[in-house]
């Protein structure tokens, strides 16, 4: 048993056998990374995430990939459903450097934790044009040990270009007007699945945030008046709904709903709503309740 072995989030507790020696987030950990001078591994995931069970069990389950990620790190394990505010800055960074992002997310940061080095599921050895797990260690902790000045610099203008990014500064120009509600109604059209509801093909997202600015398009249409001319930004008056409303219906008769557990699942594999992928989000249930 490793120390997640005391806390109440059940990701965390799926990982409390481990062999790898698991820190939750906090000072216990960061301390012991500055006293040992290591950098930190850092894994973030949830309870139903499919390919967080893959790499707990290729890799985090795995004595010898254990004994490397021991070695050489101290690793963190944070369940991104108690910690979003964790997980938010994290997966911004690794967005930023890699272009995409995704659960289980693993980052390695520095003792004063700011990133150097991140990306998703990464397999235990190298295969699908995924360098493996083990390499990627490897390689860190040599680059960590053999060139620690770059690793520090690069970490710290990362860190300082994320924090740049985060505070924001307004716009410039003018705010867009009403016109470019209706151009953003009018892209939905042009997605839009008139057969099976949704937008695009597979796999189907239940985009809950979109639905709602749908609504909220015929709300305004609506107290616009139906006697309002047919400008350059005219959209017809049912089309945010009509969308809406279809797209909500497939996805309350489809697979992806489920029927006996009730909620829904992430999302469907398919156009037509049949085949669910297998797992569920807090914050869609609770989107999904407003639409």
């Known amino acids: ?30 301390a012991k990374a500055r006293a040992e001078d290591k950098p930190i ?3 973030i995931g949830y309870s ?7 790499m707990e069990h290729e890799s985090f389950e795995n004595d010898a990939v254990a004994a490397v990620l021991n070695e050489h790190f101290v690793p963190i394990k944070v369940d991104r459903e108690e910690r979003p505010d964790i997980d938010r800055v994290y997966m911004t960074f690794v967005q930023a450097t890699t272009g995409s992002g995704g659960w289980p997310m693993s980052v390695w940061l520095t003792p004063e934790l700011q990133p150097f080095y991140g990306g998703t599921y990464f397999p235990p050895t190298a295969r699908w044009g995924r360098p493996g797990f083990v390499e990627i260690l490897n390689h860190v902790a040599k ?17 300082v270009r994320l924090r740049a990014d985060a505070e924001g500064k307004a716009p410039a120009g003018d705010m867009p007007g009403t016109d470019a509600l209706a151009r953003t109604v009018r892209q939905f059209e042009a997605s839009f699945d008139s057969r099976h509801g949704g937008f695009g093909d ?5 985009r809950p945030s979109e639905l709602l600015f749908l609504l909220r398009e015929h709300a305004r249409a609506a107290d616009r008046g139906a006697g309002g001319g047919r400008g350059a930004g005219h959209i017809e008056h049912d089309a945010p ?12 008769l489809g697979g992806m709903r489920d029927h006996i557990g009730g909620g829904f699942h992430r999302y469907s594999v398919d156009a037509a709503w ?17 639409a």
């Open 202 to 206: 597979a796999p189907k997202f239940p």
């Open 1 to 30: 048993m490793n120390r997640l072995a005391h806390e109440s989030s059940p990701y965390l507790l799926q990982h409390a056998q481990n062999p790898v020696n698991w820190f939750p987030w906090g000072d216990e950990a960061f």
């Open 241 to 252: 709904l009509e969308m809406t409303l279809r797209t909500l219906r497939a996805m309350a």
């Open 41 to 43: 591994f850092l894994s």
């Open 274 to 290: 049949r085949v669910p992928h297998f797992e569920k989000m807090l914050y869609d249930q609770a989107q999904l309740v407003l």
């Open 143 to 159: 680059v960590w040990r053999d060139d620690r000045a770059k690793v520090l610099q690069s970490a710290e203008a990362l860190t």
């Open 48 to 54: 139903t995430c499919h390919w967080c069970h893959v």
